[in-house]
């Protein structure tokens, strides 16, 4: 019941982190601004950008950033580590120092990076730390793998604001790391979901998560 209580405290939370991060940015952003009215609008059309997030079993993950209006592609696997070319089952030793992670390519004039980290939060526990559920291992961790300065700042910005307004009934163990090197997972785990719905792990562990998560973003989900 606590944990209920404290994601909805969560929910209610992260729409206005969002708001009041475009406030703080606006004046300091203007500059930037007028740079990116310059752009053609060939370069609008063609625009993109892309977010690196770890939040458990990737195949959780890829099918929820699947639903989301703006969200080109979703690519599961690997980054974080040491360890060159891994594949799967050496990352499930847990001695690889990698993450199983999703690769979202996403258009920003669609959707924005803010609103993609309120649905990081949501597709997730941050609060459980090497694990997600009964997935348990330092490949199960939460972080998110910046690609930038803004991103870098943003993450930080909402983990500070989420944890002190106590969202959750335990802190936020959210690593935020600069995205250095990512590896794709094998062929037979990307868009696992919808190929594999059938699967025991799809309808009792993936499904519920996904249900819960199109009726938190129904008013963002593609058409």
């Not at 004046?27 to 007028?34: D, F, P, Q, S, Y």
């Not at 696997?77 to 996403?106: D, L, M, R, S």
């Not at 090497?130 to 700042?153: C, L, P, W």
Request: proline share 4%; charged share 25%; glycine share 6%.
């Amino acid at each position: 019941m606590m944990k209920r209580k404290y994601h909805s405290k969560a929910l209610m939370l992260l729409p206005l982190l969002s708001l009041a991060w475009v406030g703080m940015a606006y004046t300091a952003g203007a500059t930037e601004r007028k740079h990116r009215t310059e752009h053609t609008e060939d370069q609008v059309k063609v625009q993109k950008d892309t977010a690196t997030f770890a939040a458990g079993c990737f195949w959780c993950v890829e099918s929820q950033f699947q639903q989301l209006e703006g969200v080109k592609k979703v690519v599961s696997g690997f980054t974080g580590g040491t360890v060159k070319n891994p594949g799967y089952k050496q990352v499930t030793t847990g001695k690889t120092g990698h993450a199983e992670a999703c690769n979202i390519v996403y258009d920003p004039s669609v959707i924005t990076y803010d609103e993609l980290l309120e649905a990081f939060f949501v597709a997730h526990d941050p609060t459980q730390r090497n694990r997600q559920g009964n997935d348990v291992g330092t490949q199960y961790r939460s972080a998110i793998f910046y690609h930038d300065k803004s991103q870098k700042e943003k993450a930080e910005y909402y983990i500070r604001k989420l944890n002190e307004a106590k969202a959750y009934d335990k802190p936020i163990v959210t690593e935020v790391s600069p995205f250095t090197k990512f590896y794709k997972a094998e062929d037979y785990h990307q868009d696992y979901y919808n190929q594999n719905k059938s699967e025991p792990y799809c309808q009792y562990v993936i499904q519920p998560k996904l249900e819960k998560f199109r009726k938190v973003f129904k008013e963002k989900l593609k058409h």
